[in-house]
């Protein structure tokens, strides 16, 4: 049976009554060099084992049952459920789990299903929860790699380079966890329906320690969503408020300099180490701001 033949997709489908969810954002392979390439790429083998989110027909999840030692499939649409009971009968190394996975225990389900085996993420993700899955995938710290198909838009952000217009705190987020890669692109008439965008599988391989070490990481990230904020406006302005009032613009500006920036500078042109510098430097002042306040205020007692 093969998955991505449109005929085939038309037949299994129409028996089961199956319609494509525009809200769930379903678009189903048509090109079979696709799923072949991502299993082939993402790290499977008979040692290990693949988690992968939204297998939808079971396209990819044939291919991965061929490599892992075990699969287990994440699928939210219960329609699909009877359907993926005929494509992938008799295959003894795959289970299909019903549930959202924003809403699982990603950790837990590891360690149910897996038995301690390494375990890779795939996914073909629908475009409008793309963020939040990868978030989801890479703070879990379950997985040898994160493999998963976007929008080709999303996977250049990801990847881009401080400077570009695609930076963006995300990337900064990704790459701080992970060294990501876009493996290949895949032009929008593989699936069915067919999307109005290109997509590209990403491959993300979590990094033993962060790609930075700030003192504090809470405060380099805040730093970080303030600058791209306000894209528009120069770093100073744009993370005056990320210091609630603990910081004025006179101490930002000396803080910029301090690690050897432009105070006019905007936020898209800082390196991960440059807003970790910038986030060390303001931790320290924020540190001695407060012992003095603690100073004076024993002295008032």
């Known amino acids: ?20 969810s525009k809200s769930l954002g379903q678009n189903f392979l048509t090109a079979q060099w696709v799923p072949d390439r991502i299993a082939a790429e993402c790290g499977a083998d008979r040692s290990n084992a693949v988690m992968e989110i939204g297998p ?46 924003l809403k699982t225990d990603i950790s837990a389900l590891c360690a149910e299903k897996f038995d301690g085996m390494a375990v890779h ?14 978030s989801a ?35 900064i987020y990704v790459q701080y966890h992970t060294e990501p890669e876009i493996l290949f692109e895949v032009p929008r008439d593989c699936f069915v329906p067919q999307p109005k965008v290109d997509s590209a599988v990403l491959r993300l391989v979590p990094r033993k320690m962060p790609a ?39 101490e930002i500006f000396s803080l910029i300099r301090s690690v050897g920036l432009d105070e006019r500078v905007r936020g898209e042109r800082l390196t991960l180490s440059d807003f970790a510098a910038l986030s060390d430097a303001a931790a320290v002042l924020l540190a001695e701001k407060c012992e003095t306040a603690a100073v004076s205020q024993e002295m008032r007692d």
């Open 137 to 171: 995938l890479i703070d879990c710290r379950a997985f040898e790699s994160i493999t998963v198909m976007v929008q080709k838009e999303v996977a250049e952000r990801i990847c881009a380079a401080a400077g570009t217009s695609e930076y963006s705190a995300f990337s």
């Open 121 to 134: 993420a795939c996914a073909n993700l629908p475009y409008y929860i793309t963020s939040p899955v990868i």
């Open 1 to 20: 049976m093969g998955l991505c033949d449109l005929n085939t997709i038309r037949d299994v489908l129409g028996r089961h009554g199956f319609h494509f």
């Open 212 to 250: 930075v070490s700030p003192q504090d990481e809470a405060l380099f990230f805040a730093i970080i969503r303030a600058a791209f904020n306000q894209r528009r406006k120069t770093l100073a302005n744009a993370v005056l408020a990320a210091f609630g009032g603990r910081l004025n613009k006179a």
């Open 56 to 101: 939808g027909m079971g396209c990819l999840t044939l291919e991965l049952s061929k490599r892992a030692a075990r699969v287990v499939a994440v699928e939210l649409d219960r329609a699909l459920l009877p359907v993926m009971a005929e494509t992938l009968t008799g295959i003894e190394n795959v289970e299909v789990v019903q549930g959202d996975i």
